[in-house]
């Protein structure tokens, strides 16, 4: 069973970064793709960005990528997401999610019907 792991979250002033970082266990070759997903406090989750395993494809949310930044290491099955110039718009629960949908360099839209395993997620806060 896929399982993964959230870090990284924190409190962090406006205009700073953060890297969260995934980890992954029992990854195999299904796994075409990985995703980060946010949820602000009160309102629906949302897409971020995705990366595919395979390729290293990315996607990105349209609003946030001038400033987020998904990439990945195979070796040790870690994603990661460099978050700069934060806002407290950012604050939010960030997940990571993956997909047996998709292909080699691929992933499916950011809709979280099409990502079925979830990490528990780490907070980010981001304060003015």
């Known amino acids: 069973q896929v399982n993964l792991m959230e870090s990284g979250g924190g409190s962090v002033q406006a205009g700073g970064s953060l890297r969260l970082s995934c980890t992954g266990r029992n990854l195999h070759d299904s796994v075409y793709c990985l995703a980060w997903f946010r949820q602000p406090p009160g309102k629906e989750r949302e897409g971020v960005a995705s990366?595919?395993?395979?390729?290293?494809?990315?996607s990105y949310s349209d609003s946030l990528k001038d400033r987020f930044t998904i990439s990945q290491d195979k070796a040790t099955n870690t994603m990661y997401l460099q978050m700069d110039s934060l806002t407290p718009e950012d604050t939010a629960m960030y997940f990571c999610?993956?997909?047996?949908?998709?292909?080699?360099?691929?992933?499916?839209?950011?809709?979280?019907?099409?990502?079925?395993?979830w990490g528990q997620g780490t907070q980010v806060t981001v304060t003015s």
């Open positions: 990366i595919s395993t395979g390729a290293g494809s990315t």
């Open positions: 999610a993956a997909t047996y949908g998709g292909s080699w360099s691929r992933c499916p839209a950011l809709k979280d019907i099409n990502w079925g395993v």
